[in-house]
């Protein structure tokens, strides 16, 4: 599903060079659900960003879903965002001046769906996040936790393959996090791969992998056995062994 | 297009809307209002006057001293003006278009009747006023020597022949057979005799309502030792023969001043200094408006821009590609602007009503309205391009990246 190897971000400002991720290599398998940890200021979100198009990186190779996004340009990159990649973000980046239905109604737009398909979609994906009677409500309405459920509802409207989700839960206070986090389970279930960062090594430990990011690096991750049969994807799985060696599982 | 939800979206900040929205509207409605009353003006001061304005001027000659001869210095002068070299022509006047002043009379048909058929001005000239002022005689006969009467203030001319405007003409006989007709200046009589008519020649008064109604009289018309001359140069000799006259005239007639002359094209732009002040003062103003216009609308865009560098961010995590952000923020500039202009319409109008009210200003032709329409969304789209570019800059990233 996602594939990145030997990936370099160096972010430059006329003063000083900071080496946000080197020698950053992941494999994703389709249907994983990933949680990424480290230390503030690892690169986390450096990663997210790249994983999902927002941000280009400076070295190395990245493989979303088999294709090469390396020199794709603005329009083909956004068109790719739209189609396989959902975000929810810590800070739900819901527009304020839209009410539910016309949130999540924003990718849909931009995938230029018709507007029998989107209320279809809309309603759908509302009423899997548990909204669906709050449609004409707006953001400031609702309580964070019901927010991040309408991020949610956005992100998977879509239908895309791939979840990104930076600390989703970093703004929730600890039953509506688990609520978030159930769904999350849940949407992953239906065959969505995830990919969430987090700081929560409660809510890290109920995903099925565990990266842990230090300095721009992975430096450790816990077995994905489940998911080890494919022979395609074993070769990346074997590239992050060693580091996975060098340090011990999160402690 | 995503006209709903922008629309609805624009709804919860109604105040910048609709501040805008007004700015757009009064915009309209002033910007239409004072372009129709700016060609309004042009177009009067493009009215021909019906005579030789390029090789023309006149200037007034007071006698002083006990017993001087007005009468016999109006033949001498006329006589030396005619002989001066590059001089065309010359008459004694009273008055010439766009100089504000003159006589005016009412004219009927009958003798007594209660009013008057039509307004004129009057010109008094001699033989040579027809030539002089450069209108062209389109019907009958010019004046004869002998029928030049000599008046005074006290003893008003008789006027027994007259030459008219065509304008005139067709006003009193419209059925166009004024020539040899007889007319009443003075209610009780005698008549006039039309014996001529010219194709135009404008009254003193701009603005009269009577504009091309004018009357040639043969008469010579002092007032008291003052007389008025109108002279013709030979084309492109005007200002070499306004040089020569007054030194002539003083070495003829010491007993006088030659007042200042005064070239016809300097009348005409003295007589239309107010359309023209207005002209410029309403360009101003339009221009001042749509520059104010065009900067609150960059202002608010630029504002909107900075304030939602994050939603633009999410758009475009969520797909939107640079292309649809600033269509985004065209199609909300467009969407105000038409609110505004919908607005502006209906006060474009109303100021219009007020205007035709309270200052006789013609109806605004409907056309203005529509043509200012697409000026203004044309205005706004310019207005808009800068910001909506600079947010189809913002990066994706800044999705994540600001709290
Ligand atoms: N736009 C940027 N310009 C310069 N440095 C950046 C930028 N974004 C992130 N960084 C740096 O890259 C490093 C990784 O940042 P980030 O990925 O945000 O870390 P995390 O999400 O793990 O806290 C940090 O040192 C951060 O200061
Ligand atoms: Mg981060």
């Given amino acids: 599903m996602l594939t990145m190897s030997h990936l370099q971000k160096v972010y430059r400002t006329h003063l000083i060079e900071t080496s946000a991720l080197r020698d950053f290599s992941i494999h994703v398998r389709e249907g994983e659900f990933v949680a990424v940890t480290g230390p503030s200021g690892s690169g986390k979100t450096t990663f997210l960003n790249i994983a999902g198009l927002l941000e280009e990186f400076t070295g190395g190779e990245y493989q979303l879903d088999g294709i090469d996004v390396h020199g794709l340009d603005d329009n083909a990159r956004s068109r790719l965002r739209n189609e396989k990649i959902g975000f929810i973000f810590q800070g739900f980046n819901l527009i304020p001046d839209l009410n539910l239905f016309d949130n999540v ?53 879509g239908t895309p393959r791939l979840l ?12 509506m996090a688990r609520g978030v986090l159930e769904l999350l389970e849940e949407i992953n279930t239906q065959g969505t791969t995830i990919v969430m960062v987090t700081h929560d090594p409660e809510l890290a430990a109920r995903a099925h992998r565990n ?36 340090a011990p599982l999160h402690s | 297009m995503e006209i709903r939800p922008i629309l609805s979206a624009l709804m919860r900040s109604k105040v910048s809307m609709i501040l805008i929205g007004l700015q757009v509207a009064l915009t309209l409605a002033i910007v239409c209002n004072a ?14 006057s019906g005579m030789n304005e390029t090789d023309t001027f006149w200037f007034v000659s007071t006698g002083f001293g006990q017993g001087f001869d007005v009468r016999g210095t109006m033949q001498a002068d006329l006589a030396l003006l005619r002989s001066l070299p590059g001089v065309a022509d010359a008459t004694t006047v009273i008055s010439v278009p766009m100089s504000e002043g003159g006589w005016s009379t009412g004219i009927s048909l009958q003798p007594n009747q209660n009013n008057s058929t039509a307004e004129t001005a009057m010109y008094m000239v001699d033989a040579h006023g027809v030539s002089t002022y450069g209108a062209k005689l389109v019907a009958g006969r010019d004046f004869r020597a002998e029928e030049v009467t000599f008046n005074t203030m006290d003893d008003p001319p008789k006027a027994a022949t007259v030459i008219v405007t065509r304008a005139l003409a067709e006003r009193l006989f419209p059925d166009g057979d004024a020539l040899g007709k007889q007319v009443y200046y003075n209610n009780e009589g005698p008549t006039s005799t039309i014996v001529g008519i010219v194709e135009r020649l404008q009254t003193p008064w701009t603005s009269a309502d009577f504009v091309d109604n004018s009357t ?68 101003a103003v ?46 909300e500039n467009f969407i105000i602007t038409t609110l505004g202009l919908v607005a502006g319409g209906i006060l474009t109008y109303g100021l219009s009503l007020w205007l035709m009210r309270s ?16 000026c203004l969304w044309a205005l706004g789209q310019l207005a808009v391009l800068g910001p909506a570019l600079r947010a189809s800059r913002v990066p994706p990233a800044v999705a994540t990246r600001t709290v």
């Fill in chain 2, 216 to 283: 040639f009289v043969p008469a010579y018309l002092p007032y008291a030792t003052s007389s008025r001359y109108l002279v013709r140069a030979e084309p492109g000799r005007r200002d070499e023969v306004m040089g020569a006259v007054e030194e002539k005239l003083l070495a003829a007639n010491p007993s006088r001043i030659i007042g200042k002359m005064k070239t016809i094209a300097q009348v005409r732009a003295e007589g239309y200094a107010g359309d023209r002040a207005m002209a410029i003062i309403l360009g």
């Fill in chain 1, 164 to 175: 990104l989700a930076d600390e989703p839960t970093g703004n929730l206070d600890s039953l």
């Fill in chain 2, 359 to 374: 200052y006789q200003v013609p109806r605004l032709p409907w056309h203005y309205v529509p043509v200012g329409f697409l």
């Fill in chain 2, 35 to 48: 372009l129709f009353i700016i060609s309004e003006r042009l177009e009067r001061m493009h009215r021909p």
């Fill in chain 1, 211 to 246: 990266v842990h990011v230090i300095d721009g690096q992975v430096t450790d991750f816990d077995g994905e056995p489940s998911l080890r049969e494919s022979p395609r994807e074993a070769g990346i799985g074997e590239r992050e062994s060693p580091r996975a060696e060098a």
């Fill in chain 1, 105 to 157: 109604d924003v990718p849909l737009r931009y995938r230029g769906y018709n507007a029998a398909e989107r209320k279809r979609r809309i309603e759908e994906v509302l009423g899997r996040v548990g909204l669906a009677s709050r449609m004409k409500h707006y953001p400031s309405e609702l309580s964070g936790g019901q927010q991040q459920r309408v991020a949610i509802a956005r992100a998977l409207a």
């Fill in chain 2, 286 to 331: 339009i221009f001042a408006l749509l520059a104010i216009t065009a900067l609150g609308i960059v202002g608010m865009a630029s504002f909107w821009v900075a304030q939602r560098t994050r939603q633009i961010g999410t758009r475009r995590a969520l797909g939107a590609t640079r292309g649809d952000i600033l269509r985004y923020f065209q199609t």
